[in-house]
Structure formats: structure tokens, C-alpha cells
């Protein structure tokens, strides 16, 4: 039951870390990692899994945001969101590889779905970045302790 607990506020914390909700998925790891009472890989491939369905979420709401980014309640103003559509044109689908850099990410993956980057693309890119930056952290964790 405890492993369940574990890994279900893992996959929480790295699928919100991964929205444009303010959240930290990094501290969750590396204390369940310290912690040693799961398999390193198994926390990778939860946190990993948790935070490419994060923006996944993220662009579906790109895929539908036209029709509500003119709303007050909007959480993206709209020179955020040009400024995410700006960058994302001026690096193209490549940008996604750094999906998972803290304050640009986000946005990214949003800008992502406004421009209709095709899923299957999206889901490759952002996975490599996601997976390889958790997999460095543990790594990095498993070397200090």
C-alpha cells in the first residue's frame, strides 16, 4: 500500500509539474529515491509518464485554446501566448526536446498544440527530453548518496 501512495504522489506531482500549474516534481523523486523503497527505474518511469501526460493535457487545451484566449478566466495572457507562438515558430518542433526546462516548458507545449504539432511528433520529442532529464537526475541522486 505504501508503494501505491509513493508512486501515486509521484505521478501526481511530475503530471502537475508538467501544466501550467506552479509545481515541483524533482523533490518527490529525489526523496523517494533517497528513501530506497522503490526500484530507481520504476520512479523514472512513473515521473516520466506523469509529466508527458502533463503536456499532453497541455496541448490539448493548445489544440482549443482559440476559441477561449480572449476570456478573462484564461490562465495565459495574451503576450504570453504570443510570445510561446513567437518562439515556437522561430525553433520549430525541435524546441520540444527541452519541453522539460522549467518556465519555458510549459508554455512550449501549450504553443505546441495552438500550432498543431502532429501528436505522434509531439509525444516522441517531449518523451525524450522528459525521460532523459529524470534518468539524469537519478542518476545524479544515486552518485551523492
Do not use: C, H
Request: hydrophobic content about 55%; charged content about 10%.
Amino acid at each position: 500500500m505504501i508503494d501505491l501512495a509513493a508512486y501515486g504522489s509521484l505521478f501526481l506531482a511530475a503530471l502537475l509539474a508538467a501544466t501550467l500549474i506552479p509545481a515541483q516534481s524533482e523533490s518527490v523523486l529525489t526523496g523517494l529515491i533517497l528513501a530506497g523503497g522503490q526500484p530507481v527505474t520504476v520512479l523514472v518511469a512513473v515521473a516520466s509518464l506523469g509529466n508527458i501526460l502533463g503536456s499532453v493535457l497541455n496541448w490539448l487545451i493548445g489544440r482549443g485554446v482559440e476559441r477561449f484566449r480572449t476570456k478573462k478566466w484564461f490562465p495565459v495572457g495574451e503576450a504570453q501566448l504570443e510570445r510561446a507562438q513567437a518562439q515556437y515558430q522561430r525553433f520549430g518542433y525541435w524546441s520540444l526536446l527541452f519541453a522539460w526546462v522549467p518556465i519555458i516548458g510549459d508554455p512550449l507545449t501549450l504553443a505546441a498544440g495552438i500550432m498543431r504539432e502532429p501528436l505522434w511528433r509531439f509525444l516522441a520529442l517531449v518523451s525524450i527530453g522528459k525521460i532523459g532529464r529524470y534518468a539524469v537526475l537519478a542518476a545524479g541522486v544515486g552518485a551523492l548518496s
